[in-house]
Antibody, heavy 124, light 107 residues
Framework: QVQLQESGPGLVKPSQALSLTCTVS??????????WNWIRQPAGKGLEWIGR???????KYNPSLKSRVTISIDTSKNQFSLQLTSVTAADTAVYYC????????????????WGQGALVTVSS | DIQMTQSPSSLSASVGDRVTITCRAS??????LNWYQQKPGKAPQLLIS???TLASGVTSRFSGSGSGTDFALTIDSLQPDDFATYYC?????????FGRGTRLEIK
């Protein structure tokens, strides 16, 4: 059974960088069958896709965050990571890592496995 | 970006009712439409993928339909455990986008 687990600081100061890691167990990030994603949800609000990485290291980002986001993958550790720079209070949210099926260079499947979520608060 | 318009935003229903939630995409997304259930403090759970394919372990009381731009999620014979928030999601092209959610409440 595949499991995903987010880890990282729960409090980040404004203007600094937010860094989270997702550790995957029960499955390999080297499998070509999946994309590995980051999604966030501010309290009481909806879901926002941040971006994804493929086993090759190829990435796609949400244009609304693209200038501040980097997603990377370390297949040797079975982890992928999110870095979001120059954070503000608007970046306070629960951050989820999630997996979806690779169906092609563009299309993909639903998010079938999620981490439990990591609350990140941006505050001085 | 593809906009996903989900309705209603909230819905009150009783145990045993049948309810339908709709989702409209701002452009054709074929059948790359997925539905999720989310309960407070928990990650979303995939219910339906590819518009109508039931996810593993999900009860057949949930069903999905549609293609192109118009989609629906139907829940038959509502059970107490079904009262939650539901989201649609398009995986046709990045950036992935979600509907704003439908909160299903007990009447």
């Amino acid at each position: 059974q595949v499991q995903l687990q987010e880890s990282g600081p729960g409090l980040v100061k404004p203007s600094q960088a937010l860094s989270l890691t997702c550790t995957v167990s029960g499955g390999s990030l080297s499998s070509g069958s999946y994309y590995w994603n980051w999604i966030r949800q501010p309290a009481g609000k909806g879901l926002e896709w941040i971006g994804r990485v493929y086993m090759s290291g190829s990435t796609k980002y949400n244009p609304s965050l693209k200038s501040r986001v980097t997603i990377s993958i370390d297949t040797s550790k079975n982890q992928f990571s999110l870095q979001l720079t120059s954070v503000t209070a608007a970046d306070t949210a629960v951050y989820y890592c999630a997996r979806n099926s690779y169906l092609g260079l563009v299309v993909s499947g639903g998010f079938d496995h999620w981490g439990q979520g990591a609350l990140v608060t941006v505050s001085s | 970006d593809i906009q996903m318009t989900q309705s209603p935003s909230s819905l009150s229903a009783s145990v045993g009712d049948r309810v339908t939630i709709t989702c409209r995409a701002s452009q054709n997304i074929d059948n790359y439409l997925n539905w999720y259930q989310q309960k407070p403090g928990k990650a979303p759970q995939l219910l339906i993928s590819a518009a109508s394919t039931l996810a593993s372990g999900v009860t057949s009381r949930f069903s999905g339909s549609g293609s192109g731009t118009d989609f629906a999620l139907t829940i038959d014979s509502l059970q107490p455990d079904d009262f939650a928030t539901y989201y649609c999601h398009q995986s046709y092209t990045p950036p992935h986008t979600f509907g704003r959610g439908t909160r299903l409440e007990i009447k």
